[in-house]
């Protein structure tokens, strides 16, 4: 005999769900911190042109809130489109390559910016 | 939702284009859609810093792009989206931490601030930055 609740049985929560919620959370929290110091910065930043932008990245307190900027974002961004992909996408294949593909984006702009951070500091950088 | 077991005949929660808009409901797809389109802009400050990281001839190319109309407009949405997503993504913590703000009237208010809060203040942070 086959019921309803045979065919999801084994099926439910995977159970990280709280971990997810938590890391979503702190991350928000200190990015409430870090985008309006990010945004009053940037401004400042793309209006002093090439060399301007240099020397304000190159100081150590920008290049240190940069960096932690950028790290909280894209951990940030990479769990909410988790979640976004998780209830949109139900073809299992596409689903589970989004999934990567997503890691692989977050993760690959990540080293790409901070690596950048880090040069224009130790070239730039008195 | 139909299992392999067969369909099971229980009720499907009503769709969105039933549902009646209102402030609560807008500014929570609205922050979804707001994350989804910073998730698309973190890229385009990415690629700013990678050029200011490569060299001048890099970065004369995206200061050509972030100059131009498309572009001013984009980071202008740019802009709201992330002053939007800002303060409604305060209110989740206000929500998850000391509980507050669950009175419908409340709930709906909040959501009418966030809105303008985005609205109003890059609109403001644009006009105080181009006299700077």
Known sequence: MTTSAKSVRGLGSAGVGTQHHIRQRVTALALVFLVPWFLYSIIHACKAGYEGALIWVAQPVNAILLILTLSAALYHMRLGMQVVIEDYIAKSGTRQALLILNTFATIALATATILSVLKIWFTAGA | ?132
């Open chain 2, 1 to 132: 939702m139909a299992g392999p077991g067969g369909a099971d005949p229980r009720p499907l929660s009503p769709h969105l284009q039933i549902w009646k808009w209102h402030w609560t409901m807008a500014g929570s797809i609205f922050h979804r859609v707001s994350g989804v389109g910073l998730y698309g802009g973190a890229f385009l400050i990415g690629a700013w810093l990678i050029a200011l990281a490569t060299g001048p001839e890099a970065y004369a190319f995206i200061e050509g792009i972030a100059f131009s109309l498309p572009g001013q407009i984009l980071l202008f949405l740019w802009s709201m989206a992330v002053l939007y997503h800002l303060a409604n993504g305060l209110r989740h913590l206000i929500w998850d931490g000391p509980m507050v703000g669950f009175k419908p009237g409340v709930a709906s208010l909040w959501s009418m601030f966030n809105f303008a809060f985005a609205i109003i203040g890059a609109a403001a942070i644009w006009s105080l930055a181009s006299f700077y």
